[in-house]
């Protein structure tokens, strides 16, 4: 059974970089037709995708987003990053990972328990 | 940018009664490329239902989704007490997705 797990500081300053990792367990984040992707939920409101990265490395991203996203694979330890520059109050969010599946489009089968990140000073 | 908009935003119903979500988007959905999910508390959402109308794995029969182009349903046919929580929409076209808004199905 896959499993994913965010870890990164647990508070960001504005016009700082958010920074995270999803830790991949229980299967390779090189095998199978899979995107690796980012999706964050701000508190009391809606999901909002991110993005995702193809083990190759290709990337996709929300076009909201696009100017300040950067999502990284690294296939070595099995680990997918975030990054997200100058940051503010409005990316405070729990931020998820999670495992899509190209299956009738692209679909999100797995999540990361998520993990809050407030920006703030 | 497909716009999801999900409506009631508020359903309240009784246990072992029917719901009915409603998503509906600003254009048509590229070969029913919709999904559903449920998110309860303090827990990340899990898939429901994929193209449209196929259930994901261990997912319960009493859910069932249909619909095509601009207008999708979710029903839960007799709702127990644990699908009680937020349901969320979800299509994918041309390297981009969205979410809707979310429907909360509260116990009346």
């Known amino acids: 059974q896959v499993q994913l797990q965010e870890s990164g500081p647990g508070l960001v300053e504005p016009s700082q970089t958010l920074s995270l990792t999803c830790t991949v367990s229980?299967?390779?984040?090189?095998?199978?037709?899979?995107?690796w992707s980012w999706i964050r939920q701000p508190p009391g409101k809606g999901l909002e995708w991110i993005g995702y990265?193809?083990?190759?490395?290709?990337?996709y991203y929300n076009p909201s987003l696009k100017s300040r996203v950067t999502i990284s694979v690294d296939t070595s330890k099995n680990q997918f990053s975030l990054k997200l520059t100058s940051v503010t109050a409005a990316d405070t969010a729990v931020y998820y990972c999670?495992?899509?599946?190209?299956?009738?489009?692209?679909?999100?089968?797995?999540w990361g328990q998520g993990t809050l990140v407030p920006v703030s000073s | 940018e497909i716009v999801l908009t999900q409506s009631p935003g508020t359903l309240s119903l009784s246990p072992g009664e029917r719901a009915t979500l409603s998503c509906r988007a600003s254009?048509?959905?590229?070969?029913?490329?919709l999904g559903w999910y449920q998110q309860k508390p303090g827990q990340a959402p899990r898939l429901l239902i994929y193209g449209a109308s196929s259930r994901a794995t261990g997912i319960p029969d009493r859910f069932s989704g249909s619909g095509s182009g601009t207008d999708f349903t979710l029903t839960i046919s007799r709702l127990e007490p644990e699908d009680f929580a937020v349901y969320y929409c979800?299509?994918?076209?041309?390297?981009?997705?969205?979410f809707g808004g979310g429907t909360k199905v509260e116990i009346k």
């Open positions: 999670a495992r899509a599946i190209t299956i009738f489009g692209v679909v999100f089968d797995h």
């Open positions: 254009q048509s959905v590229t070969s029913s490329y």
């Open positions: 979800q299509q994918y076209g041309r390297s981009f997705l969205t």
């Open positions: 990265i193809y083990y190759s490395g290709s990337t």
């Open positions: 229980g299967g390779s984040i090189s095998g199978g037709d899979y995107y």
